[in-house]
Nanobody
Framework: EVQLVESGGGLVQAGGSLRLSCAVF????????IGWFRQAPGKDPEIVSC????????YYADFVKGRFTISSDNAKKTVYLQMNNLEPDDTAVYYC??????????????????WGQGTQVTVSS
């Protein structure tokens, strides 16, 4: 059974940093994409960042470029999202999601079959 478990959210002041973790279990394919999405109150989920099992050319949404970094530790089966210089507009529930099998990152949330439970990120001004 495929499972994703996020952790690392919290409350931080504007300009601060957080690192989110997504532990993955039960993958049935060597080719996959892991995406980070976020959903703010009253808004649709939007993709933040994504990487594939080949770890080539990670994807970043324009609004996080230069501030967020996605990475993975294959030994720990964990994907991270390092978030720096956080802004109040980054406040949202952050989800990691898996698209498998996959060889590229899709920005379309319905491409992702498996989702974690989400972790709240709140940035105060």
């Amino acid at each position: 059974e495929v499972q994703l478990v996020e952790s690392g959210g919290g409350l931080v002041q504007a300009g601060g940093s957080l690192r989110l973790s997504c532990a993955v279990f039960g993958f049935t394919s060597d080719d996959y994409a892991i995406g980070w999405f976020r959903q703010a109150p009253g808004k649709d989920p939007e993709i933040v960042s994504c990487l594939t099992s080949s770890d080539l050319s990670p994807y970043y949404a324009d609004f996080v470029k230069g501030r967020f970094t996605i990475s993975s530790d294959n030994a720990k089966k964990t994907v991270y999202l390092q978030m720096n210089n956080l802004e109040p507009d980054d406040t949202a529930v952050y989800y990691c999601a898996a698209d498998l099998p996959a060889t590229y990152c899709s920005s379309w949330r319905y491409s992702y079959d498996y989702w974690g439970q989400g972790t709240q990120v709140t940035v105060s001004s």
